[in-house]
């Protein structure tokens, strides 16, 4: 079993939709959660990155973490074709901040 | 300003050949870290350097395969005898330590 796991996808929305992005994870160290995005063939860029459990806003995007639940959500408000990319979790432990474990990606398409 | 550079960008070589991948991190970073990207898949991690020493390399393959990070100039994956599953994305991320990485627009190496 993967350590961390992300919603597949491919995803594929109209424009100004709602977008949802979902991993859960095994590893009760985790602390630190990020959400990467990366266009085709470009290195991953960081989008959020929050400590611990709770929400964190910017802009049109917004991070929930659960630790309870082991359960971390990306959340994409009035979604743009420019959205367009594949959205990786990521999470590293309190003990060794360098190494992050990543999900495998879920491609997003917004329609115009 | 610049951010976390990767070069070759592109790197073509045979079965049997030494490919060297070069990744210098940003400004006032000094925790450097490589993952490979297999296509349709997430990232994992390989190895976790700061200046001439090796913190994690639980990801790393064990032969064949090594990172370095000089006091001087940028940090080298090496990777000796290529073989065809060697091909992939090379991606190399950079943080001052407080967790979050920035990455740099990887190193795509095809193996013929």
Same mark, same amino acid.
């Given at each position: 079993?993967?350590? #961390?796991?992300?919603?597949?996808?491919? &995803?594929?929305?109209?424009?100004?939709?709602?977008?949802?992005?979902?991993?859960?994870?095994?590893?009760?160290?985790?602390?630190?959660?990020?959400?990467?995005?990366?266009?085709?063939?470009?290195?991953?860029?960081? &989008?959020?990155?929050?400590?611990?459990?709770?929400?964190?806003?910017?802009?049109?995007?917004?991070?929930?973490?659960?630790?309870?639940?082991?359960?971390?959500? &990306?959340?994409?408000?009035?979604?743009?074709?420019?959205?367009?990319?594949?959205?990786?979790?990521?999470?590293?432990?309190?003990?060794?901040?360098?190494?992050?474990?990543?999900?495998?990606?879920?491609? &997003?398409? #917004?329609?115009? | 300003?610049?951010?976390?550079?990767?070069?070759?960008?592109?790197?073509?070589?045979?079965?049997?050949?030494?490919?060297?991948?070069?990744?210098?991190?940003?400004?006032?970073?000094?925790?450097?870290?490589?993952?490979?990207?297999?296509?349709?898949?997430?990232?994992?991690?390989?190895?976790?350097?700061?200046?001439?020493?090796?913190?994690?390399?639980?990801?790393?393959?064990?032969?064949?395969?090594?990172?370095?990070?000089?006091?001087?100039?940028?940090?080298?994956?090496?990777?000796?005898?290529?073989?065809?599953?060697?091909?992939?994305?090379?991606?190399?991320?950079?943080?001052?330590?407080?967790?979050?990485?920035?990455?740099?627009?990887?190193?795509?190496?095809?193996?013929?």
């Amino acid at each position: 079993q993967k350590e #961390v796991e992300q919603d597949p996808g491919p &995803l594929s929305v109209p424009e100004g939709a709602i977008v949802s992005l979902n991993c859960t994870y095994s590893n009760s160290a985790f602390q630190y959660f990020m959400w990467y995005r990366q266009y085709s063939r470009k290195g991953p860029e960081l &989008l959020m990155y929050t400590y611990s459990s709770g929400n964190k806003e910017d802009g049109r995007f917004t991070a929930q973490v659960d630790k309870s639940s082991k359960y971390i959500s &990306l959340f994409i408000r009035d979604s743009q074709p420019s959205d367009s990319a594949t959205y990786l979790c990521a999470m590293s432990s309190n003990t060794n901040a360098g190494k992050s474990t990543f999900g495998d990606g879920t491609t &997003l398409t #917004v329609k115009p | 300003n610049a951010g976390v550079m990767q070069n070759p960008r592109h790197l073509v070589r045979r079965r049997g050949q030494e490919a060297r991948l070069r990744c210098s991190p940003m400004k006032g970073h000094s925790h450097v870290y490589w993952y490979r990207q297999l296509p349709e898949e997430g990232l994992k991690f390989m190895v976790y350097l700061q200046k001439e020493n090796i913190i994690d390399e639980s990801g790393m393959p064990k032969e064949r395969f090594s990172a370095e990070f000089p006091k001087e100039g940028p940090s080298i994956l090496r990777i000796q005898q290529v073989v065809r599953g060697d091909s992939a994305a090379y991606f190399c991320a950079s943080s001052s330590g407080a967790g979050e990485q920035f990455f740099g627009p990887g190193t795509r190496l095809t193996v013929l």
